[in-house]
């Protein structure tokens, strides 16, 4: 048998790489998990410093083992979830090899070829699970490379300290700009743009409540992907946001016409300097690698069928958001999206015979 061969090959070791890794165990099939980051975590570790989570922690695990409560019953924080999947990873002793990179997946005879920037694996099965962090998406404007200051993705934001005393402007209306915003005001002049009004929720309200709400209109659609309301992209009024509303500073306008060297110009025809934009426009799913598949779409997604691949047996896509699964890009709901792929997995290396 090859060394390098597997019935399963999960790519990625993050959330959602372990939640797949944690029903795979259980099937007496083979597999692997290759991570291109140097330690667990996935994404995590790549946060900014003071992030926490606007869930408590046991409606913040993943399939098996809750995660611990923090000894102040507070939100966790970005370092809590680190700790989290490391001792998740070890507590299932799942078969992660880091630092892999994985730079492109083929067909072969016996199903997948997966070359890395070491090796390349041979395997029945594809699960992606990769996530979207280092792909961020950053609109393109008018003016945009004319622009003379600092721009900067929320995924390389790390800490308020650089814009001390900077004139800083904010683009996006979810948690992340929200959080962002709040924190960058302490030490910054800033201006918040989204493309609409921003939806606050009421104080009250969490990540709980919301994953709740959204499941039981989700069910009651009959698992439609009409999108919820409250949605799970309004802002929640975790306690460094409401310390910015008390400050005034949850303002927000509507975009600019376009950069100028300076900063930006607004609909009104006013001209305004900024230092800085920090973009918290999302991101894209980081698929790159599937390209000799032929299955990527223009924006980046493969059209699937729940988690599985529709123009291709055999290849399965966790955890990137609704198209593979519904709220399958946050910790609670991923496992749900796990559970089902592994399932189809199993039906496919059961009645299926390579190539």
């Not at 944690?22 to 291109?36: A, E, I, N, P, Q």
């Not at 078969?95 to 070359?115: L, N, Q, S, T, Y």
């Not at 993705?153 to 650089?162: E, L």
Request: aromatic residues 10%; hydrophobic residues 40%; contains cysteine.
């Amino acid at each position: 048998m090859d060394p390098l061969f597997r019935d399963v090959l999960v790519i990625g070791a993050g959330q959602s790489g372990l939640s797949v890794g944690y029903y795979l165990r259980r099937t007496g099939y083979s597999f692997v998990l290759l991570d291109d980051q140097p330690q667990p975590g996935g994404a995590w570790p790549h946060g900014w410093d003071s992030l926490r989570l606007f869930s408590p922690a046991d409606v913040s695990s993943l399939p098996g083992w809750l995660m611990p409560r923090p000894a102040d019953n507070s939100y966790p924080t970005r370092d809590a979830v680190i700790d989290y999947l490391t001792q998740y990873e070890q507590r299932y002793e799942l078969p992660v090899h880091r630092p892999v990179r994985v730079i492109a997946v083929r067909r072969d005879a016996e199903g997948f070829a997966v070359e890395t920037d070491k090796d390349t694996w041979h395997t029945r099965a594809v699960v992606c699970a990769t996530g979207s962090w280092s792909n961020p998406y950053i609109p393109s404007c008018q003016g945009q490379s004319d622009f003379r200051g600092l721009q900067l993705h929320s995924a390389h934001y790390h800490t308020p300290a650089p814009f001390a005393g900077k004139r800083v402007m904010v683009v996006g209306g979810g948690n992340s700009g929200a959080q962002i915003l709040a924190e960058v005001s302490q030490v910054a002049q800033t201006k918040w743009v989204t493309e609409y009004e921003p939806r606050f929720l009421p104080d009250d309200v969490d990540g709980r409540v919301l994953f709740t709400q959204a499941t039981q209109r989700y069910q009651a659609q009959g698992g439609a992907a009409a999108a919820p309301a409250p949605s799970l992209g309004d802002v929640v009024m975790v306690d460094p946001v409401k310390e910015a509303r008390k400050r005034g500073v949850l303002q927000a306008v509507r975009p600019f016409v376009r950069f100028t060297p300076s900063g930006v110009i607004w609909s009104t025809g006013e001209a305004e300097a900024f230092d800085a934009v920090i973009w918290c426009t999302g991101f894209r799913p980081a698929l790159a690698f599937l390209a000799p598949l032929g299955v990527l779409q223009p924006d980046g997604r493969v059209a699937t069928e729940g988690t599985q691949a529709t123009a291709l047996p055999g290849l399965w896509l966790v955890g990137y958001g609704s198209w593979t699964g519904f709220a399958s890009a946050t910790l609670i709901g991923v496992g749900r999206s796990a559970r089902a792929t592994v399932t189809e997995i199993q039906h496919f290396l059961s009645t299926s015979t390579p190539s």
